[in-house]
């Protein structure tokens, strides 16, 4: 692939969750076309198979459920008989369900046939809360005892509900906010190890887990994409390219060394703007 500048990663290797996902799928490419060694994590293993068959010798996908430690326990044993101890991890599982998701933006009257604030399901707040929040926890819990005594990197997938919560999802937007407190923890509790942990805080991109609500069956942007893009001051969805730059320079020990506890936003201005 062909990304905007070059670091050299040849000394790390990285487990990535969620691998199979538009986003962190294209962090694997850039990554290892930097000299990483990069291992796919995904429960969805055919996903995570198809970029590391797109990226060659450098990537392995492994099947790894992120809410049960004993699968990331069984994960991190296959990445180390592979290539040895891991020393940076991207959390990049996450994501929203239906059960936590409101019909309507406000309550206003009540209507027949809404799905409301009251008829959202415990069950759907927890799975979310567990997605996000149990899952960036487990796989740092894993992963990170391989990076004590020798130093490494952790980056978390945050968002910008954190900054602003949306309509519609309270479960994801105040899971993502937990995410990035979770990022601050996670950096001053590892600092004297030499355990870097920042987060990038994607504002709007396509990806398969939104594009249902971006985009009608025949293509034609939504009311939703059209308040999202109203409240984007460069007017237009975000290219998943657009965040590797970012990625590089967190993933470069000599360009953000001292960068730590960070939230960075790539949001074409919509955490700065007030609408006026």
Known sequence: MDVPFKVNLSDKVIAITGA?????????RALAECGAKVALLDINLDAAK???????????????????????????NTVNAKWGKVNFL???????????????????????????????????LKFVFDLNITSAFLTTQVFARDMLGGGGNIINISSMNAYRPLTKIPAYSAAKAGVSNF????????????IRCNAIAPGFFVTNQNKGLLFTADGKPTARTGKILAATPMKRFGEVSELVGVLLWLADDKASGFVTGTVIPVDGGFSAYSGV
């Open 20 to 28: 199979g996902g538009v986003i962190c799928g294209e962090f694997a």
């Open 50 to 76: 198809k970029v590391a068959d797109d990226i060659g010798d450098a990537a392995i996908a492994v099947k790894c459920d992120c809410l049960d430690k004993n699968s990331i326990i069984e994960a991190k």
């Open 90 to 124: 991207i959390n990049g599982a996450g994501g929203n369900n239906p059960r936590a998701t409101t019909d309507n933006e406000t309550a206003g009257k009540a209507r027949d046939g809404i799905k409301d604030f009251f008829a959202l399901e415990e069950s759907g």
């Open 183 to 194: 990022t601050q923890w996670l950096a001053v509790h590892f600092a004297e190890a030499g």
